[in-house]
């Protein structure tokens, strides 16, 4: 009973990571915030790290061992199943079911143009721009 406690606690705050990853931060968070591994399953990462060619129209690949290490610490800090109902081709945490169900005011100014990105968590949630590095403006 315990450990469900636990469990439950610590994804109350996904913007801060059981573990930090220097790799992760940096390379990450270079072009966006470094997304917290919680936010998305492992299965997820796992399927976006190996596109990194392709990142969302972007070639973001990486040296062979920076890739592996940033795998396993997505693989190890990952959500243990799915958090999120849907998937695109490529997964996005801004169309996830959960994601729109609690951001409808932000996406209505998004698609008004008035909310440059809706990835840039750290604008309204100031504690993601702290823990997830740079972000995206």
């Known amino acids: 009973m315990l450990a469900v406690c636990v469990h439950a606690v610590a994804r109350e705050n996904v913007w801060q990571?059981?573990?930090?990853?220097?790799?992760?931060?940096?390379?990450?968070?270079?072009?966006?915030?470094?997304?917290?591994?919680?936010?998305?399953?492992?299965?997820?990462?796992?399927?976006?790290?190996?596109?990194?060619?392709?990142?969302?129209?972007?070639?973001?690949?990486?040296?062979?061992?920076?890739?592996?290490e940033i795998y396993d610490y997505l693989k190890q800090n990952g959500a243990s199943s799915r958090m999120f109902g849907s998937r695109d081709e490529v997964p996005r945490i801004t169309t996830s079911d959960r994601f729109v169900a609690k951001h409808r005011s932000a996406i209505r100014l998004w698609a008004k143009g008035q909310i440059k990105t809706l990835s840039d968590c750290g604008a309204c949630h100031k504690e993601a721009g702290e823990a997830g590095g740079k972000s995206e403006k």
């Not at 936010?39 to 920076?66: C, F, N, T």
Request: glycine share 6%.
């Open 17 to 68: 990571p059981a573990q930090d990853n220097a790799s992760w931060r940096a390379e990450c968070g270079a072009c966006h915030m470094a997304f917290p591994p919680g936010l998305l399953s492992v299965d997820d990462w796992l399927d976006i790290m190996s596109r990194l060619d392709q990142h969302y129209g972007v070639d973001a690949s990486l040296e062979p061992k920076v890739k592996v």
